[in-house]
Structure formats: structure tokens, C-alpha cells
């Protein structure tokens, strides 16, 4: 159970994410790709460039002065150790009456050089130690961080058991409206996007290999020699789920922590939980999510913990892609 109802934490946390979202697009106005994509640090396997350190002081006192009104652990790429900070200052992980995960910009890549939007990704879950997962998360949130080209940006979120909400802001009048994601109802894969992630030269042989082997037996051979299904890169874990959410994408699956050990390679740039936070999002609007198990998908909430996932649009595309795929990863396994 959390401390306080769910409306409680989602006005909360929208709060956050716009006070945020505002302050990385003006950063991405001022200045140039150049600067945006020095590197500042390497921490937890991952590369930190300069603008994932633009906002960090907004979080930290946003955090600080909610940790007054009640103690609660932060976690989150870039803190020290394990990545859980408890607030107020000085309060003991055992104290805190919730956990915050938090990404403040999934899609880092695309933003730092205004390609293409951003997220901030959130989840709150009850604290139950170190083995709460993100199967505990109760409410997420997840904004949209346009590029500096775009004057419209969606805010979706979710409280688990109640359903999603989406509203559409106009960046130029501050004006907002609801809005309404529909997933993909189509029956299948043929002629729609879909996607293994592959953004990195890393494992990319294999599991473009994968892929081609998985449409293979989906879809078969193409009649006339046109692709089947289509593919969209999108660097960023919020942003595929989103364009599963928004009936763009039909698939997608991010299966690249099982490629580095098959082919004995370090766990390095994989997704990781903070990247997964806001999926509550898109399992209350009906898009399906699991583990590369088949099983709904789990992790725990530890920054480090690579993630594989996978994601269909519906009931129709996972029992046509699912089977294939289930068969294909047990072959990688082996």
C-alpha cells in the first residue's frame, strides 16, 4: 500500500516531469549538439553525456522538499553505489514510505541532438526492500521531451488496476487537452513496423539475424519480393513503448542482454529497470509486455540490472509472433 492515493503521487509527479521537460528543451535550444554530447562521466556501464547532467539540480531539491513532508529512497542512474538515495538527508532506506524511480531522460541520443523526442520515465512503488520490482510500481508517469522543431508534447500515466490517461501540451500557449492513445488493432505483423533493437554496432550481426530468421517463419517468404514488416530504430525504451501505445508500432522487443551472453560480451548499454518504469503505462492501455520468458515482465529495481523485453501491440500479434520467437531465444540459449 502507498502512504497517500494515487492522484496524490501522479500530480506529484507530472510536476516533476514538466518542471524537468522544460528545462532539458530550453537546454537543447541554447545550445549546440557539440556541447550537448560531450562526454561528463561513465557510471553504471553507461555513457553520461552533458545534457544528462542539465536538470539534475531541479530533481535534487524537488526531492529534497518532498522528502520533508515524508521519507522516501530515490533511484536512479547516476547516484552513488547501488542507486537508491534515501530522502530527507540522513534517513535510513528502511524509513522511506515509498520508492521513486526515476529516468530523467530516456532517449538521450535523439534529444542531444534534437532528432527526436525524449521521455521522462517514472514509477512509485511501496517499499519492500531489495527485492521490490518493477511489478510493484502502483503509478507511473511518462512525458514527452520534444525536440525544439515540435510545439506539442504528450504526458501519460497510469495507476495500476485503473487504466491510463494521456493529455497533449501546447508548448508555445502552455494550454493542455486530453488526449487518447490507441494501440494497433491490427491482426498482424505483415505491412506494419516492427522492431528488434539493434542501436548499437554491439551484437548487432546476431540480432539482426534473429530478426530475419523470426519474419522468416512469421511471415514467410514475400510474394513480390517487398518487405513484410518495417523497421524504426528508436533509441530509447519509453519511446518504444509509446509508439506501441500510440498504434504506430505493432512490435517491438529489446532482446539485446541475451545476445552479449550468447556471444560472451559484457551487459553493457542494455536497458535497465529506470528504462522500464513507466511500462505499467502501457499494460493499463492493453499493450502486452513480457520478459523474454513469456512471462509478464519483472525486474528488480536495481540500476544496474539488465533488461529484456518484449512487446505487442495485442492478443492477435502476440500469438502470431510470440510462438516463433519463444523458439528462437531457446535456440540462442542453447
Known sequence: MLPKPPVYFVEKLKSLHLALRDELRAEVERSSPERLSAVADTRGGDTIFAIDEKGESLIQEFCADWGREMPFALISEGIEGDGWRPFPEGAA???AAFLLILDPIDGT?????DKRSAWILSGVAPNLGPQTSLGDIEVAVQTEVPTTRHYKGDCLWAVRGQGAACETHNLLTGESQPARLRPSRATTVRNGFASLAKFFPAAKGMLASLEEDLWERVLGDSP???PQAFDDQYVSSGGQLYELMAGHDRFNADLRPLAFVALGMPDRLTAHPYDLCAE???RELGIIVTGPDGLP???PLDIRAPVAWIGYANEHIRREVEPALLAL???VGN
Do not use: F, H, P, S
Not at 541520443?109 to 541532438?113: G, I, K, P, Q, S
Open 224 to 226: 513480390d519480393g517487398n
Open 280 to 282: 505499467l503505462i502501457a
Open 109 to 113: 541520443r535523439v534529444l542531444m541532438y
Open 93 to 95: 532506506r528502511e524509513e
Open 329 to 331: 531465444l531457446k535456440k
Open 297 to 299: 515482465l519483472n525486474a
